[in-house]
């Protein structure tokens, strides 16, 4: 197998629910890839911390990459992998990143703390490494304002304002695997 056609999705949620939820999504882009790519979906089990061990299970699954790993998130694995990238010495080659419905998180409740991103996080993430960032209008879970925030901070990132789909993209994430063949 060509390692640089590998791919690691994160799902979003924190539960065993929310991973089968992003299971279809996984599915999906395994399907719309086709042959040549390999679609590594791993359980991140809630390990009980503030963050959830998100970052330190994304960290870990990056590690254990080949160089030229593609990376993909949706909902709060999307924003977890963010702030992994922007806070952790990753040593891996990666090939893109690909965020979907992305959390921005903010506000001054205790919970949130542990989620949001530092305020420097945009000058910490490599310009060279491709970064897509997809979010439907109708999503009923994270505002279609976040997108909004992530242009201002990233700028030199590609966005796809989708019309409809939700929170789970209907599913469909044609247009994230053509975005992946392009690299």
């Known amino acids: 197998m060509d390692m640089a056609k590998q791919i690691t999705f994160f799902h979003g949620g924190g539960s065993k629910e929310d991973y ?13 890839l086709g042959a040549g790519y390999y679609v590594h979906y791993p359980f991140l089990d809630n390990d009980g911390s503030p963050d959830l061990g998100r970052r330190e299970q994304i960290s870990h699954e990056i590690s254990a990459s080949e160089d030229g790993i593609i990376l993909v998130g949706h909902s709060l ?12 010495d990753i040593k891996r080659k990666i090939k ?12 001054h409740e205790d919970w949130v703390g542990p989620f949001k991103l530092r305020p420097d996080f945009s000058e910490k993430l490599d310009k060279e490494i491709p970064l897509f960032f997809y979010h439907c209008r109708d999503d009923e879970e994270v505002p279609f304002a976040h997108l909004a925030i992530y242009r201002e901070e990233l700028a030199w990132a590609t966005f796809r304002e989708i019309p409809d789909g939700g929170h789970q993209f209907d599913n469909d994430l044609t247009l994230v695997a053509n975005d992946i063949r392009s690299l």
């Open 20 to 32: 089968d939820a992003d299971e279809k999504l996984a599915a999906s882009l395994t399907l719309k």
């Open 77 to 88: 694995g999307a924003s977890m992998l963010l702030a992994c990238l922007s806070e952790m």
């Open 96 to 107: 893109g990143v690909f965020l979907i419905a992305t959390p921005f998180w903010n506000g």
